[in-house]
């Protein structure tokens, strides 16, 4: 039979398209490229080739092989290479429910850094396995021979205290309510506050902190503190009755106050008037305390211990302006100022030539004053009738002087007791506003 060559054409091109075609649909069917895994679990119950494996419990690849090796098991499987895995991936098996298949789950999440290489390998410690039925039935069967009467139950312990716990809470059920409500509203309160409490723990590790870099500051006064704690303890005698004198004290001035406060107010409404005309003339002030020192310093020299005068010296100053001084006391006695001083001006020059007049006047004192000492008596100087040396006349002297000094002090003191007593109102006499 001889075929044609139209023939053997469409043949071959029947087998060149249906090759295609083979070609397109094996492509299509291979789907997207693949990365390997391969994981090592202690034990896959429930997990069979073709299961899930999955990112965020979406579908990403498949289990393609499992192989016990020893007291592992090495689960082959693939994912999709498009899906970033990280480096640190660990791979679990998930557990959907009792009956259905388990599948493999890749956690984290890629969020950055590192992506794990195709082909990698995850050992035991970066595989999790779910906790078996047969694990939770065996634990709550030991648990159950542990509590029953071969175990804390043997001698009727647990009996009892299950027996007491029963009484115990027996009527108890609105009290327990009421304290997890009051332990529901407290979380809450602390739960509102929880920016107070975050800032009062922080100011806490402020203060921590600051003892602890001044922890040797710290000790020494806990040192010092513990010295003053014993000597007070010594002296707890003393103490008490120092406080027991104060009591009687703080009452008699209790009491005083009681009797004298519209006198006590009135002084102190008094005192701050003398306060407020101490602050305005705060200036003046200040330059009186500067000046009285030398002024009394000046006085002391100026007296005559002879004649028990005071030198003085003439010193006609006032007179530079002589139309000023006489406008001034003129002023004084009541004639107006307008124009004195203008009408006046003519005689200044016979001021200025007053004031060059300079005088010591105290001669004329010195010859006026009769001096007539009395001669001290013969015993004046002891038995011997000898004259102290300088030395023990200057300790007498002060002697004296601090005794006289004591006994006018004193004197001084009686004096105005008695005036303050006579008075009636004291003080207030004396104050701004007082009485007259």
């Known amino acids: 039979?001889?075929?044609?060559?139209?023939?053997?054409?469409?043949?071959?091109?029947?087998?060149?398209?249906?090759?295609?075609?083979?070609?397109?649909?094996?492509?299509?069917?291979s789907g997207s490229p693949k990365h390997r895994l391969t994981a090592y679990f202690a034990s896959t119950v429930g997990l069979y080739p073709g299961a899930d494996v999955r990112i965020l419990g979406i579908r990403v690849g498949k289990v393609d092989k499992i192989t016990p090796v020893g007291r592992?098991?090495?689960?082959?499987?693939?994912?999709?290479?498009?899906?970033?895995?990280p480096a640190n991936v660990q791979a679990v098996i998930v557990n959907q429910s009792l009956v259905a298949d388990r599948y493999v789950q890749l956690a984290p999440v890629y969020r950055g850094g590192a992506v794990l290489a195709d082909k990698a390998?995850?050992?035991?410690?970066?595989?999790?396995?779910?906790?078996?039925?047969?694990?939770?039935?065996?634990?709550?069967?030991?648990?159950?021979?542990?509590?029953?009467?071969?175990?804390?139950?043997?001698?009727?312990s647990l009996s009892r205290l299950l027996q007491v716990g029963s009484d115990t809470l027996n009527g108890q059920g609105d009290d327990i309510?009421?304290?997890?409500?009051?332990?529901?509203?407290?979380?809450?309160?602390?739960?509102?506050?929880?920016?107070?409490?975050?800032a009062n723990i922080e100011n806490l590790r402020v203060i921590t902190q600051a003892l602890a870099v001044n922890d040797r500051q710290v000790r020494?006064?806990?040192?010092?503190?513990?010295?003053?704690?014993?000597?007070?303890?010594?002296?707890?005698?003393?103490?008490?009755?120092?406080?027991?004198?104060?009591?009687?004290?703080?009452?008699?001035?209790?009491?005083?106050?009681?009797?004298n406060r519209s006198q006590l107010a009135a002084n102190v409404r008094q005192l701050a008037q003398i306060t407020s005309v101490l602050v305005k003339q705060r200036d003046k002030l200040g330059e009186f305390l500067t000046t009285a020192p030398v002024?009394?310093?000046?006085?002391?020299?100026?007296?005559?211990?002879?004649?028990?005068?005071?030198?003085?010296?003439?010193?006609?100053?006032?007179?530079?302006?002589?139309?000023?001084?006489?406008?001034?006391l003129a002023f004084s006695l009541g004639t107006p100022p307008q124009q004195c001083e203008a009408l006046l001006a003519p005689i200044n020059p016979v001021g200025k030539g007053l004031d060059l007049l300079q005088g010591d006047l105290s001669w004329i004192t010195a010859l006026t004053t009769t001096y007539n000492p009395i001669p001290p008596p013969p015993d004046a100087f002891g038995p011997n009738g000898q004259p102290p040396s300088d030395q023990e006349s200057q300790s007498g002297q002060s002697g004296q002087s601090?005794?006289?000094?004591?006994?006018?002090?004193?004197?001084?003191?009686?004096s105005g007791q008695a005036s303050g007593q006579g008075s009636g109102s004291g003080i207030g006499e004396l104050l701004p506003g007082g009485n007259p």
């Not at 592992?72 to 895995?85: D, L, N, Q």
């Not at 304290?179 to 809450?188: F, H, M, R």
């Not at 513990?226 to 009687?248: D, M, Y």
């Open 295 to 328: 002024g009394l310093s000046n006085l002391s020299h100026a007296y005559d211990p002879i004649s028990g005068t005071l030198s003085t010296r003439t010193d006609l100053r006032q007179f530079d302006n002589l139309a000023m001084w006489v406008c001034s």
């Open 402 to 414: 601090s005794q006289s000094g004591q006994s006018a002090s004193s004197t001084d003191q009686r």
């Open 121 to 156: 390998t995850l050992p035991l410690t970066r595989t999790v396995t779910p906790v078996e039925i047969d694990d939770i039935s065996g634990s709550l069967n030991n648990l159950n021979k542990a509590l029953g009467p071969n175990g804390a139950n043997a001698n009727g």
């Open 1 to 29: 039979m001889k075929v044609s060559r139209s023939t053997i054409l469409r043949v071959g091109v029947t087998v060149v398209v249906v090759a295609l075609v083979a070609a397109v649909v094996g492509i299509a069917w």
């Open 72 to 85: 592992s098991v090495r689960v082959e499987m693939t994912y999709e290479a498009k899906r970033k895995v």
């Open 220 to 259: 020494d006064f806990n040192g010092h503190l513990s010295q003053v704690s014993v000597q007070l303890a010594g002296e707890k005698e003393e103490l008490g009755a120092a406080l027991r004198a104060l009591g009687p004290t703080l009452r008699n001035l209790a009491r005083f106050v009681r009797g």
């Open 177 to 198: 309510r009421a304290t997890v409500n009051s332990s529901a509203k407290a979380l809450s309160t602390l739960s509102e506050n929880r920016k107070d409490i975050t």
